[in-house]
Nanobody, 126 residues
Framework: QVQLVESGGGSVQAGGSLRLSCAVS????????MAWFRQALGKEREGVAG???????SYADSAKGRFTIAKDNAKNILYLQMNSLLPEDTGMYYC????????????????????WGQGTQVTVSS
């Protein structure tokens, strides 16, 4: 049974940092593509950063230069390091995974992923 469990969310002031973690189980972690998505109140879910099984990475324009996605294949954990946070980064952050390899252009599309975590809330105040 595939399970994704996010943690690390919280409340920070603008300019601060958070590191999100996604612990995975139930599948061969190293062979999956994975991503972080976020959803603000009243808005659609959007891709923030994605990483394929070969290490290819895609970032949303809003995340470039501030966020870093990384996989620890030994620990089966996906990370999202978020620096220089802005109020518009506020939202529920979700971890997602799929066993099918994706092109870079597909890594940030919600429809590319079968498995989802429950989310962790990030709130950035000005």
């Amino acid at each position: 049974q595939v399970q994704l469990v996010e943690s690390g969310g919280g409340s920070v002031q603008a300019g601060g940092s958070l590191r999100l973690s996604c612990a995975v189980s139930g599948f061969t972690y190293a062979t999956y593509c994975m991503a972080w998505f976020r959803q603000a109140l009243g808005k659609e879910r959007e891709g923030v950063a994605g990483i394929d099984s070969d290490g290819s990475i895609s970032y949303a324009d809003s995340a470039k230069g501030r966020f870093t996605i990384a996989k620890d294949n030994a620990k089966n954990i996906l990370y999202l390091q978020m620096n220089s946070l802005l109020p518009e980064d506020t939202g529920m952050y979700y971890c997602a995974a799929d066993r099918v390899r994706r092109m870079l252009s597909q890594l940030l599309l919600p429809r590319s992923y079968t498995y989802w975590g429950q989310g962790t809330q990030v709130t950035v105040s000005s």
